[in-house]
Nanobody, 115 residues
Framework: QVQLVESGGGLVQAGGSLRLSCAAS????????MGWYRQAPGKQRELVAG???????NYADSVKGRFTISRDNAKNTVTLQMSSLKPEDTAVYYC?????????WGKGTLVTVSS
């Protein structure tokens, strides 16, 4: 089993920044992908950013140039640095880990961007 714990959500004004962190524990193999998803009220969960064990990244078009994902393989952590936040970024953000065909989710952390 793998456990994921997110931290760093909160309330921020438009144009501000927040940093989300996720720590993974449990049975973690050497090759796995981590990422951040978000779900706004009334909308489907969507990918925000992902990063492979090798450091390759991908981003949703809506956050490119504003968000940066990074990871520390030694600590099994992934971080999402969010800048120039917009009200439409308001959502519950979920950490995700995928390995050996299994997908694990954190419980989520709420990010609210006020206009």
């Amino acid at each position: 089993q793998v456990q994921l714990v997110e931290s760093g959500g909160g309330l921020v004004q438009a144009g501000g920044s927040l940093r989300l962190s996720c720590a993974a524990s449990g049975r973690i193999f050497s090759i796995y992908t981590m990422g951040w998803y978000r779900q706004a009220p009334g909308k489907q969960r969507e990918l925000v950013a992902g990063i492979t064990s090798g450091g390759s990244t991908n981003y949703a078009d809506s956050v490119k140039g504003r968000f940066t994902i990074s990871r520390d393989n030694a600590k099994n952590t992934v971080t999402l640095q969010m800048s120039s936040l917009k009200p439409e970024d308001t959502a519950v953000y979920y950490c995700n880990l995928a390995q050996n065909g299994m997908i694990y989710w954190g419980k989520g952390t709420l990010v609210t961007v006020s206009s």
